[in-house]
């Protein structure tokens, strides 16, 4: 028997490796594709760290624990971080540059976001807050797949000025006419970061005049209480009856009033 021409016995090796090519690229795809759906984005147990900027907004570092049990990398991954108030109004956002997660392991995704605590009208500034943060991921899956997956957790907002107070004390009369009016600041830092600023104590007659000024420094690190009293003098021109007593925080980018204190 003949053999068949070479250009023949060429074609048919040719379609015996274009099989075997189809056949390793159709398991490669289907094992991809498996691997894909084991995918689970697990935002929880990332370690958290903030500061206050000079522009009175709160840089938040969040260390993001990603699984990847597939068996294919995690490539070009990205993660945008949208934050909200209880209210659904916006209040945040961030992301992180991309970064690959290996096959079969946890990564740690660092991921940074803003508040605006100097334009949160002391929101951010004087009250703890449990605010919804929504992850969307985007990555590229064993060089074949372009995924897109959404993930969500609560993120615990602790205010540097939390509880922040202010009281005053029974006037005590000086020989000069004068009086010295003991007022209390307190609050508690919740925060990660220090607090460091300026209580200005004002008080004003019941006409609105301006009486006396003082200033108190605040400074206590994170997670500690502060409480002081400091005396304010009030000349003897000044009828503290009716007057109010006003105070305003100064801090890096910050300036915060509280709700006027009526006097006796």
Do not use: M
């Given at each position: 028997m003949a053999?068949?021409?070479?250009?023949?016995?060429?074609?048919?090796?040719?379609?015996?490796?274009?099989?075997?090519?189809?056949?390793v690229l159709v398991l490669y795809a289907?094992?991809?594709?498996?691997?894909a759906s084991q995918v689970r984005p697990d935002p929880g147990g990332g370690a958290t760290r903030a500061q206050l900027d000079a522009n009175g907004t709160a840089e938040v570092r969040l260390a993001l624990n990603l699984s990847n049990p597939g068996l294919?990398?995690?490539?070009?991954?990205?993660?945008?971080?949208?934050?909200?108030l209880p209210n659904g109004t916006e209040i945040g956002r961030g992301g992180t540059p991309a970064v690959t997660v290996a096959a079969g392991s946890t990564g740690v995704?660092?991921?940074t976001f803003w508040l605006p605590v100097a334009a949160s009208q002391g929101l951010l500034l004087t009250h703890d807050l449990t605010l919804p943060l929504r992850l969307a991921l985007d990555l590229t899956y064993a060089s074949l797949f372009t995924l897109h997956?959404?993930?969500?957790?609560?993120?615990?907002?602790?205010?540097?000025?939390?509880?922040l107070n202010a009281t005053w004390g029974a006037p005590t009369p000086l020989a000069n006419g004068s009086y010295s009016l003991p007022v209390t600041v307190s609050f508690d830092d919740d925060a990660d970061f220090a607090v460091a600023g300026v209580a200005l104590l004002n008080v004003t007659s019941a006409g609105g005049s301006l009486c006396t000024q003082s200033a108190?420094?605040?400074?206590?690190?994170?997670y500690s209480a502060f409480q002081q009293t400091t005396p304010i003098y009030v000349p003897a021109s000044c009828n503290l009856a009716g007057g109010e007593l006003t105070v305003t925080y100064l801090g890096p980018g910050v300036v915060y009033a509280m709700p006027p204190e009526r006097l006796p």
């Open positions: 053999r068949p021409p070479a250009l023949y016995r060429v074609a048919r090796a040719l379609r015996r490796v274009g099989v075997v090519a189809l056949v289907a094992a991809a594709a498996f691997s294919f990398a995690f490539t070009d991954l990205t993660v945008g971080v949208d934050l909200q995704v660092p991921v997956a959404t993930a969500g957790q609560n993120y615990s907002w602790g205010a540097p000025l939390s509880r108190l420094d605040l400074a206590t690190g994170p």
